[in-house]
């Protein structure tokens, strides 16, 4: 059975950090992309930033460049986020994701395989 569970999450000034956590199970991780997907109220959701467990290689959105990092743990099937000079706009569900082929292709079309963790709630306050 695959599992994707998240933590981390919490509420945090704007300014502030925090690192949420992705830890795998049920699938060869190093086959496959994991990526960090938010969801704030009223809107869509939209991808953060994945990583090809493979190779590293890593996706960063618009929003997540210069201020979240991305990483992988492979002995531990964990996938990070740290997410640094959080602001409110940021305040979202955040969801990890799977999926076997890139981090290029996780972040654009989301998990193919319906790959989905149930998420982690991060509010920043102003």
């Known amino acids: 059975e695959v599992q994707l569970v998240e933590s981390g999450g919490g509420i945090v000034q704007t300014g502030g950090s925090l690192r949420l956590s992705c830890l795998t199970s049920?699938?060869?991780?190093?086959?496959?992309?994991i990526g960090w997907f938010r969801q704030a109220p009223g809107k869509e959701r939209e991808a953060v930033s994945c990583i090809t467990s493979a190779d590293n290689s890593t996706i960063y959105k618009d929003s997540a460049k210069g201020r979240f990092t991305i990483s992988s743990d492979n002995a531990k099937n964990t996938v990070y986020l740290q997410m640094d000079s959080l602001k409110p706009e940021d305040t979202a569900v955040y969801y990890c994701?799977?999926?076997?082929?890139?981090?290029?292709?996780?972040?654009?079309?989301?998990?193919?395989?319906?790959?989905w963790g149930q998420g982690t709630a991060v509010n920043v306050s102003s």
């Open positions: 994701a799977a999926d076997p082929y890139t981090a290029w292709g996780l972040c654009k079309y989301g998990s193919t395989m319906d790959y």
């Open positions: 049920g699938f060869t991780f190093d086959d496959y992309a």
